[in-house]
């Protein structure tokens, strides 16, 4: 109870302090009660409740530098800040229906059943994982231990991960999954609770343990510390690990150079977007499991819209699913453009155009300057945080800034992206800089 009160005060007084940072419909569709509230705070985390899988969507990926600021000037540093959606710890893919994900006893923790290789559609930009994550499923333990498969979110690395478990279940092997942060919890609460010993031993009794995303651990070294021990323990002992990760080892720095070794020295696999032809095959093979009927042309019309991900791509797909059951009708490729927008219409989203001339214009350089090649820090800065604003605003994706910028390939410019969501956690003038230039942006399109 007490934590929760106490939670309360935290989530109304940063609420204030988000208000004055957001534009007024921004707070109003993602943060006003009750669309967030707090749900407790306890063990250094605090927990908050998002009305649904949208609004949890979008705080995770858009506002959690905000939240995450104005959470640790209530509070001392260090606390993390977790949302999960309607009273469940768990967040679900607002994408799946909740029917498919049922629980798999040996796992202890749900499964989404249709996350399964069968069900994951191979590609270039994604064969490598999956052949992977095959290998070791048949041999836990035996080829690339650990493995790690990194890509932006999105991509398919949970869905991979229950495809492992799936097959794990299928072999009759013992398997946990768990997302990194929950397995950390566990153990520290095992210290606390004089039961390191029983938590080893429910992990030594399983074949593989996969854990999803791991970037959660950055930053946070006494986690790391504990994550570490038993992580070596088990693969000493020969279990299988598997762990995914929406940033690149090299980008997970702050992590201990242990860890960061011991990934290394197994295998890295790492899932790229999509090309338009295994685009397609998705949302074909998505309208199948949906069972909706589509014609060629809008699915390839779907397809050719500018997405970040897949994930927003089965976005639309649940938007025409949708509509033709309210409508009762099958949808022409009319109605769907009128649904979705034409393809070069980006909507909310803002014009790439606009936002390198707004940039330049903010550090007053020239265009030139931004899009070049010069290393000085007051053309690379700015080059960067263009790139930066640029993800997070318009619709385009990394390959797509690189050519704006000259050609630069897609890793170059992820590793500017994260270069400045690094800085900015430190660097009060940054954050002040992305703030009104992002909000400039934002407020023409609301
Ligand atoms: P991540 O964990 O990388 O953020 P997810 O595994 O949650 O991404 O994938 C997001 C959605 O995209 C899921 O619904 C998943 O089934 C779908 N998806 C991604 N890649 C594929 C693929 N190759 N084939 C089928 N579905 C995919
Ligand atoms: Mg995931």
Request: a neutral charge.
């Amino acid at each position: 109870m007490d934590s929760v009160t106490n939670g309360n005060d935290i989530w109304k007084t940063a609420l204030g302090d988000i208000e004055t940072k957001v534009t007024k419909p921004i707070f109003e569709t993602w943060f006003k009660y009750p669309k967030t509230k707090a749900k407790d705070f306890s063990d250094n985390v605090l927990t908050i409740e998002a009305l649904d899988g949208f609004v949890s969507d979008y705080l995770e990926k858009r506002m959690f530098t905000v939240i995450s600021d104005a959470v640790q000037k209530q509070t001392k540093e260090g606390v993390g800040i977790k949302i999960v959606v309607n009273g469940s710890n768990f967040i679900p893919d607002v994408n799946s229906d909740a029917q498919s994900i049922k629980p798999i006893k040996t796992a202890g923790i749900k499964i989404n059943l249709h996350y399964t290789f069968e069900n994951f559609v191979l590609g270039p930009s994604n064969e490598l994982a999956h052949a992977a994550s095959l290998s070791v499923s048949d041999a836990p333990g035996k080829t690339y231990n650990p493995l790690m498969i990194y890509s932006e979110v999105g991509l398919g690395k949970t869905h991979l991960l229950h495809s492992i478990a799936n097959k794990l279940n299928q072999n009759k092997l013992n398997f946990y999954y768990l997302t990194c942060e929950d397995f950390t919890n566990e153990y520290i609460k095992s210290i606390r609770t004089n039961s390191t010993e029983k938590f080893r031993e429910k992990y030594r009794s399983i074949d593989a343990l996969l854990l999803d995303d791991i970037q959660f651990l950055m930053g946070k070294e006494q986690t790391q510390e504990g994550f570490f021990h038993t992580f070596n323990a088990l693969h000493l002992s020969g279990k299988q690990i598997v762990i995914t990760s929406d940033r690149p080892i090299s980008g997970l720095k702050l992590l201990e150079d242990r860890i960061t070794s011991r990934l290394s020295g197994g295998l890295v696999v790492d899932i790229q977007f999509p090309d338009f032809e295994t685009r397609l095959d998705i949302l074909k093979q998505k309208s199948k499991i949906k069972n909706i009927k589509l014609d060629d042309q809008i699915l390839s019309f779907i397809a050719n819209r500018v997405y970040h991900n897949v994930r927003e791509m089965e976005g639309s797909l649940n938007k025409i699913l949708a509509l033709s059951e309210l409508t009762g009708k099958t949808l022409d490729l009319e109605a769907t453009e009128e649904l979705l927008g034409a393809p070069e219409d980006s909507g909310v989203f803002s014009d790439p155009d606009e936002i390198i001339q707004k940039v330049a214009s903010y550090y007053q350089i020239t265009i030139e300057d931004l899009k070049g090649k010069s290393r000085e820090q007051r053309y690379a800065t700015p080059r960067q945080v263009a790139m930066f604003i640029l993800r997070e605003d318009s619709k385009i994706n990394l390959s797509s800034i690189g050519k704006l910028f000259g050609g630069r390939d897609h890793s170059t410019v992820l590793h500017a992206i994260r270069r400045i969501q690094t800085d900015a956690a430190t660097n009060q003038n940054l954050r002040r800089d992305l703030l009104s230039l992002r909000s400039s942006i934002i407020n023409r399109n609301n």
